[in-house]
């Protein structure tokens, strides 16, 4: 059955460092997300994309945050300089049709010291 | 500011006890009601979708259904491997984001 991936599991990193998360989303799928999770709280919009570009944000999705397709199968998210509050559960999904359902991947557990 | 909000927080079943989870929604616009399962550490798995009121869906243990105001989640006869935290969310005309709730953390004990 098709599944999205995540890589990897889990990341730590340094204040003020780069870090980039990857996904690979089901291969039919067009519509792609980006969430996170705090523990526990609730899961978080971030950006959904579409067509080569951001069809939606939040505000949590400042100029920190940046999303790219770099080729026919990854999707990637990118935090620019890292803050202690962005350690979080980043969870990638997709779905076929605007509408339809978002299938999650697992999850890259990001900590940040 | 639209809302989604479920109860309750946690709960613990006797195997074979039988309960509902209940999510009511103040959203502008629905476009469809979705619930989820997550285990510990994992990704929320897609379980259903509803789209209008009335509207029913099942599978195994679990049926979902849908009112104008609430959505509600029955888990009967449940199994100790039913035990997950039960996420429900919603999606409005005009945009794809998926507005989560808390949460139902249920725990089936044997």
């Known amino acids: 059955e098709p599944e999205v991936t995540q890589t990897p599991s889990h990341q730590v990193t340094q204040m003020g460092q780069e870090v980039i998360l990857r996904c690979v989303p089901i291969?039919?799928?067009?519509?792609f997300y980006w969430y996170r999770q705090i523990l526990g709280q609730k899961v978080e919009f971030l950006v959904s994309?579409?067509?080569?570009?951001?069809?939606?944000k939040s505000e949590i999705f400042d100029d920190q945050f940046s999303v790219e397709r770099p080729d026919g199968s990854n999707f990637t998210l990118k935090i620019r300089s890292t803050k202690l509050e962005d350690s979080a559960m980043y969870f990638c999904?997709?779905?076929?049709?605007?509408?339809?359902?978002?299938?999650f991947g697992p999850g890259t557990r990001l900590t940040v010291l | 500011e639209d809302q989604v909000t479920q109860s309750p927080e946690a709960l613990r079943l006797q195997e074979g006890e039988s309960s509902s989870l209940n999510c009511s929604y103040t959203?502008?616009?629905?476009?469809?009601l979705f619930w989820y399962r997550q285990d510990p550490g994992k990704g929320p798995e897609f379980l259903f979708t509803?789209?209008?009121a009335g509207e029913e869906k099942e599978k195994e243990r679990l049926k979902a259904t849908l009112t104008k105001k609430e959505s509600f989640l029955h888990i009967t006869a449940p199994k100790p491997e039913d035990s997950a935290t039960y996420l429900c969310?919603?999606?409005?005309?005009?945009?794809?984001?998926?507005?989560f709730g808390k949460g139902n953390q249920v725990v089936v004990i044997p």
């Open positions: 959203v502008s616009g629905l476009r469809g």
């Open positions: 969310a919603a999606t409005v005309y005009g945009n794809n984001r998926l507005a």
């Open positions: 509803l789209y209008s």
């Open positions: 999904a997709s779905s076929d049709e605007a509408s339809n359902e978002q299938f």
């Open positions: 994309f579409y067509n080569n570009e951001i069809s939606e």
């Open positions: 291969s039919n799928h067009l519509y």
